[in-house]
């Protein structure tokens, strides 16, 4: 419970309609009519397909007592309180009403076109095998100590990040590790989040339709590092020309690292991929002191069990970032060694005589990293089942498919398994009729056949029916493709009797997206 008063102090108001001049008790605050209860603050957010405002009378009847607008409505009788920008004055008054718990913890933010998910898992193993008590948002799953709930935003909507945020301070979690999207950041989701350490591993093109270009794509993203405060430490990549960019664009202390430019604090050399599990040596070069501690020159060793070059860029990060939160060399060594990856993150889920890996085939820089692992692996013919992206407007998907036209003849695909998997998401990612127009433009350019399903199941059973002895089936796409594993070895078990059903499914164990398809 808060004091009405009290929590409009953490906003600005511009004005006010129908002022009650009692310091009501609030009880919550919501932004869904359909979530408001008696006693709580209503804020009306101007969203992309619809606007809060409309909806006031609806949060009244229910029990709000006050309104936080941009526009007043008329005729609604609670006081209503004017701000500029309702979703900076959301995630202000959340903050206030939790009684700003960012503050109780270590606050990890990391950002990045690909390796977000990856990297947050990463760190979050490596700071548990240190024995400290971690807290994880992010794209799959939202994680207070060891109990898991599956994600709907990579960043939460502020509000529900604020609570999310007090359950870990009140259960004792000293280190939160977060995936901070670019449009977490434009919408402030994450303002009067407190950041200890912030990253920004690379930049893609990304969100261009959303966000208008790239140059605002770029704005938004190095602004989660130029707004760093200057007790933060920022953790920027050399290899990377655009993070590179913005080492004296911050007040925050800054620790550098590459793999292909030894110029900064910490580098990987001697790096072996011929597995494609990474083998390399990590070397402090320069010795740097942060919060009293001084970090010496030193080299250790790092042994992944995750595959790719991607993987080696997500581990600096969060060698780095253990380091920095005092977890020692061996254990940092043994949490990588024993770190199996990140689920739909090229995930192997079948491994026989077929192999079948999963895959959040997001965007041209996530496309050309796992093609171009595939390209180092043993294979006989490649079976790519892509789910087309959707609501992510036509240039997304007009520079996803020239990505895999590009790679076609390097992988010998001259077809691909396309669908729209349209009972398998939901209304803000179902494809319109101008990315799948974008889509198939590009591959009749490429001279790509496409075999599109509007289904999910049908397109996998497809690959599987042609699958043979030393194929490989990639199951690639973001929201679309959720539910391919669990589709693609249900269908399995159905067609092949010699497997054991425990056996089969383990890859789904501990699953925490696309569970209980229909197949």
């Not at 959340?94 to 990890?108: C, E, L, T, V």
């Not at 590009?406 to 209304?427: C, E, F, M, Q, Y």
């Amino acid at each position: 419970m808060s004091r009405l008063k009290q929590l409009l102090k953490a906003i600005e108001i511009k004005s006010v309609y129908y002022e009650n001049k009692k310091d009501l008790v609030i009880s919550g605050i919501s932004y869904h009519s359909q979530k408001v209860k008696e006693g709580h603050i209503f804020v009306c957010i101007k969203g992309y397909k619809t606007d809060g405002h409309k909806y006031l009378g609806q949060a009244v009847a229910n029990g709000a007592v006050a309104a936080v607008v941009e526009d007043f409505q008329e005729d609604i009788g609670i006081p209503q309180y004017a701000v500029e920008n309702s979703r900076s004055a959301l995630a202000r008054l959340g903050a206030a009403f939790y009684d700003n718990p960012s503050r109780k913890m270590k606050m990890i933010g990391i950002t990045a076109t690909n390796g977000k998910t990856t990297t947050a898992f990463m760190t979050d193993a490596i700071l548990g095998g240190g024995g400290l008590k971690t807290g994880l948002l992010g794209t799959v799953s939202i994680k207070t100590d060891d109990y898991f709930i599956p994600s709907d935003l990579t960043t939460p909507e502020s509000l529900d990040l604020q609570y999310y945020l007090n359950e870990m301070a009140a259960k004792n979690v000293s280190h939160v590790t977060m995936e901070v999207s670019s449009s977490g950041l434009e919408q402030h989701r994450v303002e009067k989040v407190e950041y200890d350490i912030v990253t920004l591993n690379n930049i893609s093109r990304e969100h261009i339709d959303f966000h208008g270009s790239f140059e605002k794509y770029f704005e938004i993203k190095s602004g989660f590092i130029k707004n760093a405060g200057e007790n933060s430490i920022a953790i920027l990549n050399l290899d990377c020309p655009y993070s590179a960019l913005l080492i004296n664009q911050t007040k925050a202390h800054v620790i550098t690292f590459g793999l292909n430019n030894d110029a900064g604090h910490v580098v990987c050399k001697d790096l072996d991929l011929g597995t494609g599990r990474a083998r390399f040596t990590v070397e402090i070069l320069k010795q740097f002191k942060v919060d009293g501690k001084e970090y010496m020159p030193v080299e250790f060793n790092i042994e992944l069990a995750v595959p790719g070059l991607h993987s080696v860029y997500n581990s600096m990060v969060a060698i780095i970032i253990g380091l920095l939160c005092g977890v020692s060399i061996s254990t940092i060594q043994d949490s990588l060694k024993a770190f199996g990856g990140v689920e739909r993150r090229f995930e192997f889920i079948f491994e026989d005589d077929i192999k079948i890996i999963d895959d959040h085939f997001a965007n041209v820089g996530n496309i050309n990293v796992t093609l171009g692992t595939l390209k180092f692996m043993d294979y006989e013919k490649l079976h790519l089942v892509y789910a087309i992206r959707g609501e992510r407007g036509p240039t997304v998907n007009r520079e996803n498919a020239e990505t895999i036209v590009n790679w076609a003849p390097k992988l010998g695909l001259d077809n691909i398994i396309a669908t729209r998997s349209i009972s398998h998401v939901t209304s803000k990612d179902r494809v319109t009729d101008e990315e799948l127009r974008v889509f198939k433009e590009v591959m009749d350019e490429g001279n790509i056949r496409v075999d599109l399903y509007d289904e999910l199941p049908d397109a996998i059973a497809e690959a599987i029916s042609k699958a043979k002895p030393g194929d490989l089936i990639l199951l690639a796409g973001c929201q679309g493709m959720d539910y391919g594993a669990e589709i693609a070895l249900n269908q399995i078990f159905k067609i092949r009797k010699d497997f054991s059903k425990e056996k089969l499914f383990k890859p789904l164990e501990k699953r925490v997206a696309g569970v209980g398809a229909l197949s």
